[in-house]
């Protein structure tokens, strides 16, 4: 079946520090990828999604690239703010057959705090 | 867009009381799911529906657990009789019918029971 695996947290880092969060999957086929982002005490946002191979998801300066070849959709920002600390996901999406009956499968999520 | 919206945002209620947490999707959205989230267990699929239909219910955990989506605008999801092990944070989304635009979360419900 399809899974997600990202790499377990928590990531601690100081502010304006290199971030990347691992994130591959395995899936048949060409699954839509995403992040989401989960701020304390809200629910997850969309962050970022790529739909096929190659393609680059960017938002908020953080960054991810979908790679068919070694499975991957690692999350990445230059600089981190105070202001990213959060839960991120990284999920798939995959379809059932040809109708709408696809859903996301979700990572168990990395917890990132970033201190000043 | 009001978003995917969720209520109550927080239920207390003691052992044996029946709960409905309610959601009303987005419009023009087709499918709909109900997420639980824990420390213990993170995010679970409880059900999902498409065009108001369930298609999946195996991460309901038990027979106390029960969903419901009469219409295109309007869920429920109701546990009776609730058990301090189903305090969790209980999530609705919903999503187009287009591939690769992800779901769109609500705030969430903070259900306690003590």
């Known amino acids: 079946g399809n899974s997600v695996t990202q790499m377990e947290g928590p990531v601690t880092l100081s502010e304006e520090a290199f971030l990347t969060i691992n994130c591959t999957y395995t899936?048949?086929?060409?699954?839509?990828l995403f992040w989401y982002v989960q701020y304390p005490g809200e629910g997850l946002q969309l962050l970022l999604k790529?739909?096929?191979?190659?393609d680059k998801g960017s938002n908020k300066g953080f960054e991810a690239t979908y790679r068919k070849e070694t499975t991957s959709f690692h999350l990445e920002k230059g600089s981190v703010q105070v202001s990213d600390s959060a839960v991120y996901f990284c999920?798939?999406?995959?379809?059932?057959?040809?109708?709408?009956?696809?859903?996301?499968?979700f990572g168990k999520g990395t917890l990132l705090t970033v201190n000043p | 867009d009001a978003g995917v919206i969720q209520s109550p945002r927080h239920e207390v209620t003691e052992m044996g009381q029946e709960v409905t947490l309610r959601c009303k999707p987005i419009?023009?959205?087709?499918?709909l799911f109900w997420y639980r989230q824990t420390m213990m267990r993170g995010l679970e699929l409880l059900i999902y529906?498409?065009?108001?239909?369930?298609?999946?219910d195996s991460g309901m955990p038990e027979d106390r657990f029960s969903a419901k989506m009469p219409n295109a605008s309007f869920s429920t999801l109701k546990i009776q009789p609730s058990e301090p092990r189903d305090s969790a944070v209980y999530f609705c989304?919903?999503?187009?019918?287009?591939?690769?635009?992800?779901?769109?979360f609500g705030s969430g419900t903070r259900l306690t029971v003590v």
């Open positions: 529906f498409n065009n108001n239909v369930p298609i999946d």
């Open positions: 790529a739909t096929k191979a190659d």
């Open positions: 989304a919903s999503r187009p019918s287009s591939r690769g635009r992800g779901y769109t």
């Open positions: 899936a048949t086929g060409y699954p839509s």
């Open positions: 999920a798939l999406e995959k379809g059932a057959g040809g109708g709408s009956n696809y859903k996301l499968t």
């Open positions: 419009s023009g959205h087709n499918s």
